[in-house]
């Protein structure tokens, strides 16, 4: 599981033809704002989709909106998405098992880790290509996709393989 931070790069925004500039037409830029209470956690979160190309040693490639991946969505606003990859689905306590935590009340290493009761079914691992897409709720025109490359904690990161 990784806490991910994806922030919006300067792109040509395709009503104006400027970089993140809009007009009347786009009233929120950027990735606009997600509509929804937050923290907001859903198995295939509309407006965002996650690819993982599963380029890592034992990698599974997969994709939030054909893979059971749920996302944990901590923050949205139009500049900026915090969100955790692979939360578990119907995790449960480690030493409650029949005890189910919501990932949204219950967010806590006794959810993030998986174990006998815990699904985690989206692994990311050192070497994977993760694409995100991004929706603008407001202005659905506003597509914007970026890579990250997954590397080790520490060491400068390598760029992304072609």
């Known amino acids: ?3 991910t931070s994806v922030e919006r790069v300067p792109m040509e925004h395709p009503t104006t033809g400027g970089a993140g500039r809009a007009n009347s037409l786009s009233p929120i830029p950027g ?3 997600l509509g929804e209470t937050l923290p907001y956690v859903a198995p295939n979160p509309a407006y965002l989709q996650v690819n993982d190309d599963g380029s890592s040693i034992g ?3 997969w994709n939030t909106s054909s893979s059971n991946c749920q996302v944990y969505v901590a923050n949205w606003s139009d500049t900026s998405i915090s969100l955790v990859i692979n939360a578990p ?3 449960s306590n480690l030493y409650q098992p029949l005890l189910v935590l919501s990932p949204l009340s219950d967010f806590s290493p006794l959810t993030l880790f998986p174990n006998a009761n815990n699904t985690q079914s989206c692994p990311v ?3 994977d290509t993760l694409t995100f897409t991004v929706t603008n709720p407001q ?4 597509n914007y996709s970026m890579n990250v490359c997954v590397g080790t904690a520490g060491v400068a990161p390598v760029p992304c393989p072609t």
Do not use: L, Q, T
């Open 1 to 3: 599981m990784r806490a």
């Open 31 to 33: 990735f606009g704002y």
């Open 59 to 61: 990698g599974v490639a």
């Open 125 to 127: 691992g050192k070497g």
């Open 89 to 91: 689905i119907d995790a």
């Open 139 to 142: 202005y659905s025109p506003n």
